[in-house]
């Protein structure tokens, strides 16, 4: 259902769809042999040169077609504005009639929906933009990795070949892991995941749809303090991301990058005093999560 800006009221969640483009996979592929330099330190890191290679592994490794979310609020004019966690933390720099991208989905709290003023999720929006907090300028990567630990669900091995089978043939995959020390990947990758995850349990920083959530969670209201909440249920088996399988041509150098990853990580050096621990999947709500959320229900595609 197409709908347009005057559809669109305080509240409302904004989520963006990654939308695959012409010569899309020469594009992540590149980004994707860039990331390996910067990892084995051929190159220096600048993450600005990977965006939408990030973008894509968010939608893979959720299962989901949306990257990011933001949240339309109310200035003190009563200007419709979309507050958003980026690069520069949580901001509000435009209004909803500058907001302009081709692809965007409107949501709505079933809550709010139903009834209940949006002005508590609002008051809760405007008190993060409080100055003296700070967040995470790297969040897409915080994100991706979250996405990628919550969906092996503790079985990374088995979980990394799933994600693969969805771009390589079978075979293509049992070559990438047939003659390699599983467990030793497995202390690498959970190490590795871990570190970058530990911005999530820092309630300081926030990724874009949990700063989403984060406003519907903390609503206050003096009836039913989860009045708003947006629950991790799913009641939706729709919004599964549609993924183009690599053309033919292209999985031999797939196959030679998760080669070279899996080379990386297995040589890097994990501190000898290194435990894993199982993370709360409720720390950290991705884009998908608030699509999904039986809290929530699609208004429509803006145009």
């Not at 043939?169 to 190490?191: M, N, W």
């Not at 995941?193 to 969670?217: E, G, H, I």
Request: hydrophobic share 40%.
């Amino acid at each position: 259902m197409e709908i347009t800006r005057e559809d669109v009221q305080e509240g409302d969640i904004i989520l963006m769809p990654y939308i695959e483009e012409e010569n899309d996979w020469l594009i992540l592929l590149g980004q994707a042999l860039l990331l390996l330099e910067m990892i084995v330190g051929i190159r220096k890191f600048e993450k600005d040169q990977l965006i939408k290679l990030i973008k894509y592994l968010i939608t893979l490794f959720s299962g989901s077609p949306y990257y990011h979310a933001a949240l339309v609020t109310s200035d003190e004019r009563g200007t419709l504005c979309v507050m958003e966690a980026g690069k520069g933390g949580v901001t509000m720099k435009h209004t909803l009639s500058a907001y302009v991208f081709p692809n965007i989905e409107i949501y709505r709290s079933k809550a709010i929906a139903n009834g209940l003023p949006s002005k508590p999720v609002n008051d809760r929006a405007l008190s993060l933009l409080d100055p003296h907090i700070k967040y995470a300028e790297d969040n897409l990567w915080v994100l991706a990795i979250w996405c990628l630990y919550r969906r092996v669900d503790g079985d990374l091995i088995n979980g990394l070949k799933d994600i693969l089978e969805e771009l390589l043939p079978k075979e293509a995959v049992d070559r990438i892991f047939g003659d390699i020390d599983e467990e030793a990947l497995t202390v690498a990758l959970d190490y590795l995941f871990q570190t970058v995850l530990s911005q999530a349990r820092d309630k300081t920083k926030m990724v874009c749809s949990a700063m989403v959530a984060d406003c519907f969670n903390h609503a206050e209201t003096d009836k039913n303090e989860n009045a708003y909440h947006i629950s991790l249920a799913r009641d939706k088996a729709t919004d599964v991301a549609s993924r183009a399988i690599p053309p033919q041509e292209l999985h031999g150098t797939i196959e030679s990058l998760s080669n070279l990853a899996v080379k990386a990580a297995l040589d890097f050096e994990v501190p000898a005093n290194h435990e894993s621990i199982k993370i709360d999947s409720s720390i950290l709500y991705s884009p998908g999560d608030i699509g999904w959320s039986e809290s929530t229900s699609k208004i429509g595609h803006l145009v």
